[in-house]
């Protein structure tokens, strides 16, 4: 039961985490942002680039997170979000492997101004393992939804916590390298 309860609670992270991706890429003061961000990602055809494609993202985002509240999409929806996290890290990863290390990652909006780094690659590898982990096993019954719920806000916080200190310590060592 513990098992299932921790995997639920995975799954509902990865709601909170895929539907505030999708707001930052809805959201019209950062379409140009994430605009030229697809243009800095090469890999793209060039026909994709653009609104379109951030929004065929930010659907994407959404519907696996509602796909992930269903018991009967559950498990397609965590395998389907382990597949979109290493995607996102194999991207990064190969502009990291290009030397576009200055290049935001575009993981949390504008404001955050996360760059391309290891630590970010091993991060969309954990999240690949725990929707995977969160696929694994069953939705519990609604008396214990509640503990779920409440491990995945503690989730989501030390999520948004360690995504901070990652920022502030770039933010540290680009002052430190003037």
Same mark, same amino acid.
């Given at each position: ?109 504008? /404001? ?6 290891? #630590?970010?690659? =091993?991060?969309? @590898?954990? $999240? &690949?393992?725990?929707?995977?982990? %969160? /696929? ?6 609604? #008396?214990?939804? =509640?503990?779920? @719920?409440? $491990? &995945?806000?503690?989730?989501?916080? %030390? ?7 990652? #920022? ?11």
């Amino acid at each position: 039961m513990l098992v299932s309860l921790l995997a639920q609670a995975v799954a509902l992270f990865f709601v909170w985490l895929l539907l505030h991706a999708a707001r930052h890429k809805l959201m019209s003061d950062n379409q140009r942002y994430y605009e030229n961000l697809m243009l800095d990602y090469a890999y793209v055809p060039k026909p994709l680039q653009g609104i379109a494609m951030v929004r065929a993202i930010a659907v994407v985002e959404i519907l696996i997170a509602v796909g992930l509240l269903l018991p009967i999409s559950k498990t397609v929806a965590a395998i389907a979000c382990a597949i979109l996290m290493l995607t996102y890290g194999a991207l990064l990863s190969a502009q990291w492997l290009q030397g576009k290390r200055d290049m935001d990652c575009g993981c949390s909006g504008p /404001a955050v101004g996360l760059k391309i780094s290891p #630590a970010l690659l =091993w991060r969309n @590898l954990v $999240l &690949a393992l725990l929707a995977l982990f %969160a /696929a694994s096993e069953p939705y519990v019954m609604a #008396a214990e939804m =509640w503990l779920s @719920l409440a $491990l &995945a806000i503690v989730f989501s916080l %030390a999520y948004s916590c360690w995504e901070g200190l990652l #920022a502030n310590a770039q933010r540290i060592e680009a002052m430190r390298s003037r």
